[in-house]
């Protein structure tokens, strides 16, 4: 096919491109990949028991918190390397949740005597929470790779690390309906391990699955 | 006077509000910006022109991700080299991919019948869009756009199927004689 026909058959083509087309296939994205993976949450545990009563608590919203700025942190940077062109990614966004929720677990550990200091970090199902994320992360990864399906990423190996890191926090919000602790020395080890695992698996998939 | 920066930007705004007219210069201009950008840095001719062609696609189903308030130029020159270094990194695949298209394109195909029986086979291996693309276009001759039409699928799609599949046969191919 000459480089002629070819412009013609896209001129044809053309309809109108929304400004707000990445914002757009994201919020699906996400959006489709929380609701499944609140399906799965109910399915697989079901909410905790006290949901009701910690939703007056401020460690419950502390550490929502938490999750919640780092799956917007996450993915602002997302939706920069939707991009093509390789301008100043702002990998530093993501050290401000850990670095504002610092304090308060240092603050637990000054208050606790070490003695107790195991069963704090331990917590409830400390062996769990760090694979149920990871995997209640997966179709929100998913929900991320359909929406990049129509972005332009040239990092691919980046891309898909942050698209990974991205699905981990925000499995870390589903995930707070159903853990049962609230320590944030408990939430910073284990919920940050969990986003470092998902976006490393996110890197070794992005060279594969994000090319275009 | 306008750069030409500000001219193919504003081609390119009114292109991403649905202006065919404007997208029809716009898409010529950048042929010629992407074929001395190739020409300057890929040796050979029809890699040139296959990679402006990719990236003119690549142009059109990515445009959503042009940010109007940032430079067109490093946009289409990010894409531009995206899809070259795409190409450096399978051109180890290039003489094969070569052969295979002009073995499928030759006139004095059919007398070869053991080559048919191979290709037919390897055919067989490719998701059905890519095979009836390449079927109709390179085995029966058809145009790109009756192959669109009797395939079920755009013009751009089924040049994309065609190149797509032949880009697995002869990766398909080299894999076998290895």
């Known amino acids: 096919m000459n480089t002629e026909d070819l412009i013609n058959s896209l001129v044809i083509e053309l309809r109108p491109a929304s400004r707000w087309h990445i914002a757009q296939r994201l919020v699906v994205g996400v959006g489709v990949g929380v609701a499944a993976s609140i399906a799965l949450l109910f399915a697989l545990m079901g909410p905790r028991h006290d949901l009701m009563e910690v939703l007056a608590t401020g460690a419950f919203w502390t550490k929502a918190t938490f999750t919640l700025s780092m799956a917007a942190a996450s993915l602002f940077i997302v939706a920069h390397l939707a991009r093509p062109e390789q301008s100043r990614t702002h990998l530093w966004f993501l050290a401000v949740p850990v670095l504002a929720y610092l304090p308060l677990g240092i603050d637990e550990l000054v208050r606790t005597a070490p003695a107790d200091w195991g069963p704090m970090l331990f917590g409830h199902g400390w062996r769990h929470c760090t694979w149920l994320i990871f995997g209640l992360s997966v179709p929100i990864f998913f929900g991320l790779c359909w929406a990049f399906r129509q972005f332009a990423p040239t990092r691919l190996e980046l891309a898909g690390a942050m698209a990974g890191i991205c699905s981990g926090a925000v499995a870390a919000v589903v995930y707070c309906l159903h853990c049962p602790t609230d320590a944030a020395v408990f939430a910073l080890t284990w919920y940050t391990l969990a986003f470092i695992l998902a976006g490393g698996a996110g890197a070794f998939l992005g060279r594969r699955l994000l090319d275009w | ?178």
Not at chain 2, 2 to 9: F, G, I, P, S
Not at chain 2, 75 to 97: E, P, Q, T
């Open chain 2, 1 to 178: 006077m306008a750069t030409r920066e500000e001219e193919l930007k504003d081609k390119m705004i009114s292109a991403l509000d649905g202006d065919a007219s404007a997208y029809a210069l716009l898409l010529n201009a950048l042929v010629k910006e992407l074929r001395i950008f190739f020409g300057r840095r890929v040796g050979d001719k029809d890699a040139v022109e296959d990679l402006v062609q990719e990236t003119l696609i690549a142009v059109h189903t990515r445009r959503a991700t042009f940010d109007r308030t940032r430079p067109f130029t490093a946009w289409l020159f990010a894409i531009a080299r995206y899809k070259m270094v795409d190409h450096f990194r399978r051109s180890r695949f290039h003489a094969l991919d070569g052969e295979l298209e002009d073995s499928l394109a030759a006139d004095d195909f059919e007398p070869a019948s053991a080559a048919a029986i191979d290709v037919e086979r390897l055919l067989d291996l490719l998701p059905p869009k890519q095979r009836q693309a390449i079927q109709a276009t390179r085995l029966e001759g058809q145009s790109l756009a009756e192959a669109a039409l009797s395939v079920g699928i755009s013009q751009s799609d089924a040049k994309m199927s065609v190149y797509r599949g032949l880009r697995r046969l002869s990766a398909r191919v080299q894999g076998k004689i290895r």
